[in-house]
């Protein structure tokens, strides 16, 4: 994704600095060029060598050298890079560049640049509330400089809050979403893993789906420049960085944030939503005798159907998503199901995964997917795929969705 693409990473003075060495590792890994400036602030608190040394690149730093202007100068560095980025960007440096002062080379060179700018700023929490910064943030933002972070945590006073810098797999994200990939400007919706379904306040009904095939496929859209919701069942994955993640627990919680994120171009329904629920959800533990005496087991639970949330999205009238795709988890006769599951929810696509014991797919980091898509007047034509990780099933699923939305235009907003 980012191959030959040219970073400008400036570091300025802020205690986050540490985590840009990490962003330039994760830069190179990418396949970009990074070109790091650092502000005098920047060099207390990483040094020249570290950064040039991981960037492998020359550090700039003085507007005034003479041998950095004879070799490159400020201009060209403004202007031969595809994107600035300010990882951390202090208050001090986003107040000016918010009023246009140009008094070191880092600020010289965001006066000077015409290529687009990402900041991630990473401060104290009372600085970042700060009217003043408020103003600062508001400016640049209606200048059209792109911002990722600040989180919410622990800041490096020991104090809770605000201003956190983004993480670098974030920052990330966010470098590739603002060079643009062929989901730029479109909206995806993805569910992932299981739902729980309660039975008292203790027990529930759930299924063995780890949310892994889900959330890689929410993160290959947003790499590929998609807005993301992704809508998660409880799981033990982590958010996938540069995407929105709304937590739910059961199908009717699922149903309900997923009709709140329309309307999206395409929707991606990859958990394994439970199929039943208990009918009626007791508000007090079940006691072990409660069905009998001496320990007896409980009444036969009684179950009532979930909403079946992919059918709900295939069927809507006037925010339908242009492509809706459904995930078929069988442990038999999978491409038949799937075929039938395909007709029978009005979906465009289906993966049908092989979700049998021996198939290691519930939980593991690999999946065999077959895509079944419909061909109008009840045909589909199947598509089997190589046996591969679950990021590589999901940065397949991305780029075919690309290949048929492609571009911004006639986007969702
Ligand atoms: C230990 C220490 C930590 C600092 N951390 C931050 C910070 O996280 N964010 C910030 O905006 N300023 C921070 N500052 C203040 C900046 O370093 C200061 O405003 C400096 O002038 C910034 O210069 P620059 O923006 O040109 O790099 C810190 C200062 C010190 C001494």
């Known amino acids: 994704m980012l191959t030959n693409l040219r970073i400008l990473l400036i570091i300025s003075g802020g205690i986050a600095a540490y985590k840009s060495l990490e962003l330039i590792r994760g830069l190179r890994a990418g396949g970009a060029e990074v070109r790091p400036i650092l502000t005098k602030g920047g060099a207390e608190f990483v040094t020249p060598l570290s950064v040039a040394a991981l960037a492998r690149e020359k550090v700039h730093g003085d507007l005034f050298s003479l041998t950095g202007e004879s070799e490159i100068g400020h201009i060209r560095l403004a202007r031969e890079t595809d ?106 919706l993805v569910t992932s893993g299981p739902t729980h379904e309660p039975i ?39 958010d996938p960085p540069g995407v929105e993640t709304v937590h739910v627990e059961t199908a009717r919680d699922m149903l309900a944030a997923c009709l709140d994120a329309l309307p999206v171009d395409v929707a991606i329904c990859a958990a394994a939503v439970s199929d039943w629920r208990p009918a009626a959800a007791r508000g007090q533990k079940i006691k072990k005798g409660a069905g009998g005496a001496g320990g007896a087991p409980p009444a036969a639970l009684e179950l009532i159907e979930n909403p079946d949330i992919l059918a709900a999205l295939a069927a809507r009238e006037n925010d339908r ?3 809706v795709i459904g995930f ?68 397949r699923l991305a780029e075919r969705i690309a290949g048929v939305l492609g571009g911004a235009s006639g986007g969702a907003s």
């Open 83 to 188: 994107l600035v980025v300010v990882a951390p960007a202090t208050a001090n440096i986003l107040a000016k560049m918010a009023n246009g002062i140009a008094d070191d080379l880092a600020t010289t060179v965001l006066l000077a640049t015409d290529r687009p700018i990402l900041v991630a700023p990473a401060m104290n929490s009372v600085m970042w509330e700060q009217a003043s910064t408020r103003r600062n943030m508001a400016r640049l933002e209606a200048d059209g400089v792109m911002t990722v972070g600040p989180g919410h945590g622990e800041l490096a006073e020991g104090e809770i809050g605000i201003g956190r810098m983004a993480e670098p797999a974030e920052i990330l994200a966010a470098i590739e979403k603002a060079l643009g990939g062929p989901l730029a400007g479109l909206r995806a």
């Open 321 to 323: 998503p242009r492509l």
């Open 200 to 238: 008292d306040p203790v027990r529930y009904i759930a299924n063995r789906s780890s949310g892994k095939q889900g959330h890689a496929i929410a993160g290959a859209c947003a790499r590929l420049g998609a807005a993301v919701t992704l809508v998660s069942g409880p799981s033990a994955e982590s």
């Open 328 to 395: 078929a988890a069988e442990t038999d006769d999978v491409v038949a199901y799937a075929r039938a599951k395909l007709a029978a929810k009005g979906c465009d696509w289906i993966l049908a995964n092989d979700v049998s014991p021996g198939s290691g797919t519930f939980g593991g980091d690999h999946n065999k997917v077959h895509l079944i898509s419909a061909q109008g007047a009840g045909e589909a034509s199947v598509e089997e795929w190589p046996h591969a990780s679950k990021l590589d099933v999901a940065a």
